[in-house]
């Protein structure tokens, strides 16, 4: 059983444990997922019809008249209640939590050790770790306990290993998933100007740096240069965002909604920009990369691995606004070589990544399931 505690989106970080759960299902494993909140995407549709299990901390959405009918009629259950019954009614073998935050289903992975459930870990993202011995001593013990700690960037890994003042030798570094082909075919965009660069992540600026793009380019000698910057996803600071580039007058800047054909994206963009303050390894650099795209980063999470400064892309030296201006102002003057360090991004991605990752993590999960549980 998959658990994703992740708040209602759908966003990269179910893409990893979303395609093992395809692969495992399709090879004969029953396979089910919990989420604390209702959810509906389409990537849930196609696990459903492959006959994977759905369970929800809270109910579907109901009339009006259905949800005063049933408060009247029951107390709702809570989602953990719900959570003890779908472990009650799946009976897994092994229950996978996929982290986007170090304390993501801590309270779930302790009632799986005390019911003596084997359990497992993917961490897409470390966030600062700033928190209280009781809380810090419920995540040592949460780590200590799993089976299996995977984390898709080492910065993180290394976060947590100084955070906890111990080794996790129950840890693996392993390659993020990615939503695109292994090689897709787009060309370098026929437009050379104006240059067009993609932020594409959550509007949730607190981590992805959105803040810092709208300064940069609010500011000369960027208002006067031929250069657009794309902001694509969807979050809960879409509002604030737009009324901050509205005042800042940072008119070369767009919100281009979700979509969901990533190679219309790379079509008529020639980079991507993650101005972000602390990562996982971010899909949407893997999907940049393996278009041939360069990257301009901060120095934070699996950026470290891949982004060569001069080479597949510019790397900031800190994770802040003025460090990043310094990057952009080094990829301007070098941005007659974008498609050169696109073509080495997309060597370097495409020897980093899993060509088939939901294959080979499923290995790694069947693997985990062998170990305690003999073959017949």
């Excluded at 849930?44 to 959405?61: E, W």
Aim: charged share 25%; net charge neutral; hydrophobic share 40%.
């Amino acid at each position: 059983m998959f658990v994703s505690l992740i708040p209602s989106y759908w966003g990269g970080s179910e893409v990893l444990w979303s395609k093992t759960a395809a692969v495992l299902r399709k090879r004969g494993q029953p396979v089910g997922v919990f989420f604390a909140m209702f959810r509906d995407a389409p990537a849930i549709d196609s696990l459903k019809r492959a006959g994977v299990q759905f369970f929800f901390g809270t109910p579907a959405p109901e009339r009006w008249w259905r949800r005063w009918a049933r408060k009247i009629a029951l107390r709702k259950p809570t989602v953990r209640e719900r959570y003890l019954n779908a472990l009650a009614t799946f009976r897994p073998e092994l229950v996978i939590f996929s982290q986007c935050a170090v304390c993501d289903g801590l309270e779930e992975m302790q009632i799986c050790h005390s019911l003596g459930i084997p359990y497992a870990v993917i961490n897409q993202l470390v966030e600062p770790l700033y928190y209280s011995d009781e809380r810090w001593r419920q995540i040592d013990s949460c780590y200590k306990h799993a089976l299996k700690v995977w984390f898709v960037s080492k910065e993180n890994r290394e976060s947590v290993r100084v955070f906890l003042g111990r080794g996790l030798p129950n840890a693996e570094v392993i390659p993020n998933a990615y939503d695109c082909e292994y090689e897709p075919i787009v060309s370098w965009p026929k437009e050379k100007e104006p240059l067009r660069l993609a932020l594409v992540g959550r509007l949730e600026p607190e981590q992805k740096g959105h803040d810092m793009i709208i300064d940069i380019f609010s500011s000369q000698p960027w208002r006067s240069r031929p250069i657009e910057v794309s902001f694509f996803g969807s979050g809960p600071n879409l509002e604030m965002l737009t009324r901050r580039c509205k005042f800042r007058q940072a008119s070369q800047i767009t919100f281009a909604g979700t979509v969901s054909n990533v190679a219309s994206i790379w079509a008529d963009h020639h980079a991507l920009v993650i101005p972000s303050r602390y990562e996982g390894q971010s899909l949407a650099m893997l999907e940049a990369m393996l278009h041939g795209r360069p990257v301009i980063a901060t120095p934070v999470g699996g950026t470290l691995d891949l982004v060569r400064d001069g080479e597949t892309g510019f790397l900031a030296a800190r994770p802040d606004t003025a460090a990043f201006a310094a990057a952009l102002e080094r990829a301007w003057e070098s941005r007659e070589s974008w498609q050169l360090y696109g073509e080495n991004a997309a060597t370097t991605a495409r020897a980093h990544v899993w060509p088939n990752t939901g294959e080979v993590m499923a290995d790694h999960v069947a693997s985990i399931i062998r170990s305690f549980i003999p073959e017949t």
